[in-house]
């Protein structure tokens, strides 16, 4: 069983997974929506907003998964930590399907309030290695008696399976790190120019709240 799927880096932060239950599907949307707003540092983030990409998605037959939803170490890579500093409106999460509970890159505590915000918003749950070696594989699996792919992803919808995983240790995320590193280096300009506008709002958010206690 072969489940056609993409990951998409929003302009403003997250990353949202989509599960489509056809290749043809899968490819129509990325020719169609994402192919033209890829940025010139292919692996970073497009030019599509979260809004913008779960407003495509609500047109497709597909499900729409916030992946960790609570981000990586200072990054906004994550649904619900853009909505925790305010950058994005909680109603956003009402587009979304599922929420990725056990991501391997993800330190334990943080899948954990990922099941936690998984079952207060009566979401359906996956799991993902976020692996970029082949090693990484299979260390992390959603699991579901379905005899095809559209009983499989109807499961997740319907709160009909559960993940089983483990995340990596520090020396497996070093190595992962190191080997991934070398594919951005033709890429370094624009990869800081992605960066330095995805954690501006950060910086401003910060340079405001000092200023209020200043007058304080």
């Not at 609570?70 to 925790?84: A, S, T």
């Given at each position: 069983m072969l489940i056609p799927g993409t990951e998409i880096s929003a302009h403003d932060g997250p990353h949202i997974l989509i599960y489509f239950y056809t290749i043809s599907e899968m490819k129509e949307f990325y020719e169609k929506y994402v192919k033209e707003k890829k940025r010139k540092s292919p692996y970073l983030a497009t030019r599509l907003t979260t809004q913008d990409i779960v407003e495509k998605?609500?047109?497709?037959?597909?499900?729409?998964?916030?992946?960790?939803?609570?981000?990586?170490?200072?990054?906004?890579?994550?649904?619900?930590?853009?909505?925790?500093?305010?950058?994005?409106?909680?109603?956003?999460?009402?587009?979304?399907?599922?929420?990725?509970?056990?991501?391997?890159?993800?330190?334990?505590?943080?899948?954990?309030?990922?099941?936690?915000?998984?079952?207060?918003?009566?979401?359906?749950?996956?799991?993902?290695?976020?692996?970029?070696?082949?090693?990484d594989l299979g260390n992390v699996v959603t699991c579901s008696r379905a005899d095809d792919v559209e009983d499989f992803l109807t499961n997740i919808v319907k709160r009909r399976n559960f993940v089983v995983g483990k995340e990596k240790n520090i020396f497996k995320k070093s190595v992962m790190a190191a080997i991934v590193l070398t594919k951005y280096f033709k890429y370094t300009i624009p990869s800081l120019r992605i960066h330095y506008e995805q954690n501006m709002p950060r910086v401003k958010r910060l340079q405001k709240k000092i200023k209020k206690k200043i007058k304080r």
């Open positions: 998605t609500d047109n497709y037959n597909c499900l729409t998964v916030a992946a960790h939803p609570y981000g990586y170490l200072l990054f906004n890579k994550g649904i619900q930590k853009c909505i925790d500093l305010e950058y994005l409106n909680h109603n956003i999460m009402e587009h979304f399907d599922g929420i990725e509970v056990i991501c391997g890159g993800m330190v334990r505590k943080l899948n954990v309030k990922a099941v936690k915000l998984a079952l207060e918003c009566e979401k359906g749950i996956t799991g993902g290695t976020d692996g970029h070696l082949l090693t």
